[in-house]
């Protein structure tokens, strides 16, 4: 099995995806809103970050989500929720696509959707980019926040995404979550799905996400956040533990 932190040992079984700017400790703010008692969460690194730098690929949608399956079955979980992050939505629909019998509930943080990105060129080149400047990272960073953050968390975010993450495994894993186009596929999905929007989030704002998720997806429900950006783990963590706390176990939401 990868490599997995895990929280709790509770009998709600969770698998939280990463993005593309971090590695399983994305998540790390928000666990303190989650009992353990009532919840277990396998946080796992994707290929090429964190405990796997150095594993080899593919790096992209489709491994990301055999992944989260060999994961389930190495824990020997049967039915289980997935929680994803940016490009981690984007594999927590492949998981569902693939195994919808097995996937209970599915929460997407500011989530990419299953169709091809809209960038322009400029856009896709200057992501890029970032595979090798980490000032460009930054820029990103800052910009999918609404320009409100201290650029000192800002600068630290880049460099650790940097150090979490090898090159290779970042550039390819931006291909695949701005290029693999499977949305007609998804718009099948019938798991009852939560999208989280950041009001502050310029990348992935909530009139994209309601275009794509909301749109295609008749059952999933959107919560705008308003004192988040792309990354409410790190914003507004327990604010974002009550809200998918209350989607999957909705009794310890009272």
């Not at 666990?31 to 277990?40: I, N, V």
């Not at 290929?47 to 824990?75: F, H, N, Q, S």
């Not at 990348?203 to 999933?220: F, H, K, N, V, Y």
Request: proline share 7%; net charge negative.
């Amino acid at each position: 099995m990868p490599p997995c932190t895990m929280h709790g040992h509770g009998p709600n079984h969770v698998i939280a995806i990463h993005g593309w700017f971090n590695d399983s400790a994305a998540f790390d703010a928000m666990l303190a809103g989650f009992d353990p008692e009532r919840f277990t969460i396998a946080l796992p690194d994707l290929r090429g970050y964190g405990l796997r730098r150095g594993v080899g690929g593919p790096y992209d949608i489709a491994t990301m989500a055999e992944d989260v399956l060999m994961i389930a079955d190495a824990l020997d979980w049967q039915r289980f929720s997935v929680i994803g992050h940016s490009m981690g939505g984007k594999a927590a629909l492949k998981v569902a696509l693939t195994a919808p019998e097995r996937v209970e509930r599915l929460v997407g943080i500011t989530p990419v959707w299953a169709g091809e990105a809209p960038f322009d060129e400029g856009t896709r080149a200057f992501f890029r980019s970032a595979a090798n400047d980490p000032a460009a990272r930054q820029a990103i960073l800052d910009t999918t926040t609404g320009e409100r953050l201290p650029t000192t968390w800002l600068k630290a975010c880049a460099e650790r995404s940097v150090a979490v993450s090898d090159k290779e495994a970042y550039a390819a894993y931006f291909e695949s979550w701005s290029g693999d186009d499977f949305g007609e596929a998804a718009s099948t999905i019938a798991t009852p799905v939560l999208v989280i929007a950041g009001a502050h989030d310029w990348g992935i704002p909530e009139d994209l996400l309601r275009a794509t998720w909301l749109s295609q997806l008749p059952q999933a429900r959107l919560v705008v956040m308003p004192e988040a950006g792309h990354y409410p783990m790190d914003e507004c963590p327990l604010a974002l533990a009550r809200q998918i706390v209350a989607f999957l176990e909705p009794e310890l939401a009272r």
